[in-house]
């Protein structure tokens, strides 16, 4: 934790060069350019870049490119204060920056994370900021991993398995006053929080704040649970096992030409929150959702009145689903979920009473951030790590996590068997130049919801890139796995040799691979759905911008392939979280500010519509336009939230927008706690009984995006 080395993240590069024949220039000009980049060394586009005139108070406004370059030409000589802007980054401002006639200066500036909410819109009481996640393991790697990295190194110092295991309060006492405050002594405040919340999993000092017990809306009774399957419900990620996420006419209770009339009934502020990435599951007239801080909530669904919480280890981010269940012989409902520290829970849907938990994945980085799937007796967890962000530095041992679904007994939360994306078992491979063991095979998570086949007894997931090289052939693509025993029934390898670490397409690491990939990710479940013909396909849609049909029947045979990027995808990847799909379409948000659809049977583009969104918010800062999260639809409506805070209803016919409504502001929450709305950036919307739910805030691992801790409830009057 060498104070050098904190100073060195933090440094600007100023370089003058004389340059009097570059274009643009004139011979009474001169010129500022550069390159910003992220704490990870990551190249940051679409930052505003500001040079103000000291003498004229005259501004000359860019953007900065894919690259992260940016070019002010035809500056008059002076001197020019320098502003730098981006969404989730720490605003930059260099005073004193000197232009002479015919010289070109070169200011290239690395951002910090910084908390972001939707413009004058922070809600008193909730978050001051929280350092991202990425940001913060990368922090843990380059100043701590030496002594706390590796278990088998023989030191004294506990391992990062045994950090983990933590509570934020505990890691946060010993950076600050414990026996790590002395190596600790020259990071912030601010610095050691984000280190304690991303080892934990929630952030510190949250208490029992989150607790329904000490909320002023808690519901005057709690009846018994009926039966789910019974009224309108949404249950788990994509609403059914074959995750379509649409909602039919009959569980809507809404239609099509009503949707221009939904207003916000009411608000449910998360404590202490900064990402609502929780989505909402309905069922018997309640509302169920997890939380950042750990906390998983039901509500009662028309008044948002709070019928019990339920405190996880970690933070909550995967939908809920709830099914029946046996306890002391009686037929009961239990509601199912994981956390951020890959435990997996069964709880009591009545009361939130506890009924079983396990843990499924021993590697210190796993996590779960796909919705488990449960199918009669079984629940299905896919398993996600935080391995691929964290293995840029050298200290740290890259890479041995494999993604895997794991299958439960939804009785008793037994392990009844464990399939992992990649066979072999990761191996030491070579040393880098500081001499950390490396390792391979690695890779190939799964960060999607399990879809179900019954009527040919298979799962299906979509897996994640390689972290090591040659990439694992089960990297990117399709698999199918046997429901009782989790054989590998077909896999189908959609895009090939993408191994990528985060960080390495802009610096320098011996654990990068040689030959780095695109990263493309599967992030969105397959959907299955039937053709008019009775044949099936399943759809998957990529970061690519790929959306293929691939053939069930046949091995997982290609039936057709659509790109939908008009330009080459930018950074997290043009379709992140996935589409929805009818009887005849399929419908996909894209980053690039925009939603597609696409016909089942062909791949055929039904049509593509472009968002208007502000360049600048009202503080006059860049406004995310990025559509990442799940798109959720119902007969002749497709919802869609974006990261500008923009929830849309667009037509299925032509993706025109018949409805919106921006929760990226203030709001008066049922439960008395400060709540503000940001982007939406994961989960999606959920549909039924005449209400759509949706969770605003989002702040993601990287730090961008606009904070918020609500769950917002519409319907009609």
Known sequence: MAKSALQGWLTISILLVVAASMAGQTAATGTLIGTVTDSTGGVVPNVTVTATSADTAQARTTTTGQDGSYKLGSLAPGTYRVKYEATGLKTIEIDSVKVNVTETVVLSRSMDPGFATAPSQMAEGTSSGRYPVNGALRLFQRHCATCHGDSSAGQRAPALSALMKLTPEEILNALTIGPMSTQAQDLSEFEKRGIAEALSGRPPGIGNTGDAKSMS???????????????????GWGVDIANSRFQSTKGAVISADQVPRLKLKWAFGFPNGIDSYGQATIASGRVFVGSDNGYVYSLHATTGCVYWSFRAASGVRTAISIGPVKDEGQKKFAVYFADMRANVYALDAASGRLLWKTHVEDHPLARVTGAPKLYRSL????????????????????????GSVVALDA????????????????????????????????????WNSPTIDPKRHALYIGTGDGYTEPAARNSDSIMALDLNSGRILWSVQDTEGDSWLSGCDSGESDNCPKHLGPDYDFGSSPILRTLPDGHQVIVAAQKSGNVFGHDPDHQGALLWKTNLSETPPPAQGLIVFGGAADEHDAYFPLTTGGAAAVQLSTGGRRWLTRFEVPDTDSSGKPRPHAQTAAASAMPGIVFMGGWDGILRALSTTDGETVWEYNTARKFDTVNGVAG????????????????LFVSSGYFSNRGAGYAGNVLLAFGLD
Request: hydrophobic share 30%; with cysteine.
């Open 217 to 235: 809306n808690q519901c005057s009774s709690n009846p018994p649970l009926t039966d789910p399957s019974t009224g309108p419900m949404w249950n």
């Open 676 to 691: 503000t709305g940001g982007s939406m950036g994961s989960a999606g919307p959920a549909i039924a009984g005449g209400m």
């Open 411 to 446: 009785m008793t939360g037994r392990q009844v068997w464990k399939t992992y994306t990649i066979s072999e078992t990761p191996a030491p491979t070579r040393k880098n130049s500081l001499g950390t063991q490396l390792w391979a095979p690695a890779g190939a998570a799964i």
């Open 379 to 402: 629940l299905y967890v896919p398993v996600s790590s935080f391995e691929e962000p964290s293995s840029f530095y050298m200290q740290y041992p890259c890479c041995t996590f494999r």
